[in-house]
Structure formats: C-alpha cells, structure tokens
C-alpha cells in the first residue's frame, strides 16, 4: 500500500509539473510591437497622467475620482478594454499633482482613442472638446485641449477635422493661444514658409482614431498626429514661444470647455462648443515630446488592444 501510494504522489507531482509549464508556455509574452509589449510601456518614466476607463473614471497614477460629471457618463467597449461613454456628457477632476503646476507640461504630448460615432454635422452640434487642461480662472479655454471640429463635415462622412489648442503665460504676463488642425494647408510654401503645403485631412472618423499632439517650446511646433501620422496643417503658426507655463490651479475635464455647471466659476459653455457625445479610451499625458515612431507605436499597440 505505501509503495502504491509513494507512485501516484510521484505521478501527481508530474502532472503537476506538466500543467504548470503548460500554462507558463502559454502566457508567454507576445512578440513585441515597435519595441514594446504593450503601451504602458511607451515613455513609461514621463507619464503623468493616465486614463484607461475600465470600468473605473479614476485617473490611474494618481487614483484621483472626478469630483463632477453633467449629462450622460457611462461606460462602452473600447479600444484596449473599456472606454468612457459620453453622450451630451462632460466629467472634471481636482486638480491632479503632476499636471498642475505652471511648469508641469512645458513639453507635453497627450494621445488618446475616440470615436465620434457619427456626431458630425448633426443640429446643435459644431465643435467638441474631447480633453482639456483647464485652469479655473478661465472664460472657457484651457491650458491643453483637444477638440474636433465635428461641424464642418456630414454625418456620414469619413472625414475628422482634429484641432489641438494651447494657452500659455508669455514673459510679459499676457495671454496668448495657438491651435493646428487636421487638414492640407493649400497657402504657397513662399507665403507660408513653415506650413503651406503642408498636413492632410484625416479619413478615419468612421470608427475608432488615435488623436496626438505634442508640443515643444524649444521648435514651437505644435504637432498633430492621427493614427501615428502627422496630419496637421498649420504645425508651426509661431504665434507663441517657448515651453508651455499654465494657469493653475487647473482641472482634467472630458467632453466640455470649462463652464459653472462643472465647477468652473464665471465660466460659460459656449453654444457653438456643446456637450460632447462620443467614445474616449486610453487617455495618456506625457510631460516630454514623444518622437514619431513611438506615437506610431501608440497606435499600432492600441490596434492590437495592447
């Protein structure tokens, strides 16, 4: 009996081990994209803000909870898992750490997924505000937006007008903004020397689309990418100049320009700029200017849901 017994606790232990180097085997890590095996590797060491929305609208790093939502907020399948659902809705929070000091984003990318899920062109529409890095003492811009012009073309069509802005303290104290926009700049390279015949229209609004922007102080371009190509038509309008100082206190607010009903005091929601409605997943802020081949990168990992 005990010599029965010493081989079937020899024959479990080989099961044993036969089960735990099959499932090791099979989690093994999938071949890398661009360098990568997923996007939290990307420009890991400068995110300073991160949103993934599975089932969960705290920011990730900071386990910052929006303190506000207006409208309707929920959740709906993403690009890479879950993604925030807004329909005619808008959601802020306090101010988070990293992304709060005048000095925080001097330099700055900011990715995320969206889909518009065919708001353009329909009545009441015109502009939407997909993010914001909102000071308080704003009329209704912010630091850092990213917005689309969902007004400009019909609800059927492939076409999204992406449209970065930036507000930033000049030396002297004033204000000044600059924005680029997703389309072909048709003004002569000789009156336009930094942008004529330059950007793209970008024809990827039918579904899921990669919006980036990054800024650097040191060039003053202002770059616009969609899907991990640089679409924008006015990338260096030189209108500002240097590294980007906000106004703060500021707050990360999604699907809306600031105004009173989210906490912004004094503020107005324009009526040209309403309530967003569409899908926003994978949120990420980077305090550095992340080259081309790792905003492609974004992209191609986010495609194969990593």
């Not at 659902?85 to 700055?108: D, E």
């Not at 009441?124 to 009329?139: K, Q, R, W």
């Not at 906490?263 to 080259?291: E, H, K, Q």
Request: charged share 15%; net charge neutral; proline share 3%.
């Amino acid at each position: 009996m005990k010599k029965t017994m010493n081989y079937l606790a020899g024959g479990a232990v080989a099961l044993a081990l036969f089960t735990f180097a099959g499932c090791s085997k099979s989690d093994d890590a999938l071949p890398a994209i661009d360098g990568y095996n997923n996007s939290n590797e990307v420009a890991s060491t400068n995110l300073v803000a991160h949103w993934t929305f599975d089932d969960t609208n705290n920011e990730r790093l900071s386990t910052t909870a929006p303190t506000k939502t207006v409208g309707t907020v929920g959740f709906t399948a993403g690009k890479i898992g879950k993604a925030l659902q807004l329909t005619k809705g808008g959601i802020v929070y306090p101010a988070i750490t990293k992304i709060n000091t005048v000095n925080a984003l001097n330099n700055f990318t900011v990715s995320l997924w969206v889909n518009i899920r065919g708001q353009k062109g329909v009545a009441g529409g015109g502009f939407t505000s997909l993010f914001g890095i909102i000071p308080t003492s704003t009329d209704f811009w912010g630091n850092i937006q990213a917005c689309v012009e969902t007004g400009r073309h019909l609800p059927g069509s492939d076409t999204l007008e992406f449209k970065n802005y930036l507000n930033t303290t000049m030396s002297d104290g004033s204000q000044r903004g600059e924005d680029n926009v997703a389309l072909f700049n048709t003004n002569t390279v000789a009156s336009d020397p930094n942008n004529g015949q330059t950007g793209a229209y970008f024809k990827g609004g039918k579904g899921w689309a990669l919006y980036t922007m990054t800024w650097e102080g040191s060039t003053g371009l202002f770059k616009l990418y969609a899907n991990g190509v640089d679409v924008g038509g006015y990338t260096k309008r030189g209108t500002t100049a240097g590294t980007l100082k906000m106004r703060v206190p500021a707050l990360a607010v999604f699907g809306s320009m600031a105004s009173s009903d989210l906490g912004f005091p004094g503020a107005t929601r324009p009526d040209w700029a309403p309530l967003a409605t569409a899908s926003i997943d994978d949120v990420r802020v980077y305090n550095t200017v992340l080259a081309q081949k790792d905003v492609t990168a974004l992209y191609n990992l986010g495609v194969a849901g990593r």
